[in-house]
């Protein structure tokens, strides 16, 4: 199974609230599924995850902002778009910011493909949820953030 290092963001305004991604995935081996995660993806070979979340943020988002160190290590096995298989090292940072965001500008056609909404959740909102969130333990993540 095939390493993929990847770096995500929790983006939070100023009145705390976190910025996810829906993913809605209409045909493909991930077809049916819908869910909710943070900005972020991949390295690109020989990049840094400091340098990837600052890169994801601004294709994703739009937002140009500095990164501090990583807050949480997320270690999981999960299924891309195209069926394959992959071991994941998921480190988050965090990142604060009042712009506006739009996926419409995403660069990568292939995320534009699945990513459908973006929104800014509260913590309330993430303890309530009844869609799916990734990473599971996003609310926690939050609160020890915003504490």
Known sequence: MRKRPAARLLVLDRSDRVLLFRYQHDDGPLAGQIYWVPPGGALNPDESYEAAARRELKEETGIEAQVGSHVFVRHLQFM??????????????????DASVDISANPDPVERAFISHAKWWTLAELRDATETVFPENIADLLAAQIS
């Open 80 to 97: 891309m778009p195209d069926g394959e298989m992959v071991e994941a090292e998921e480190r988050y940072f965090v990142v604060r910011s």
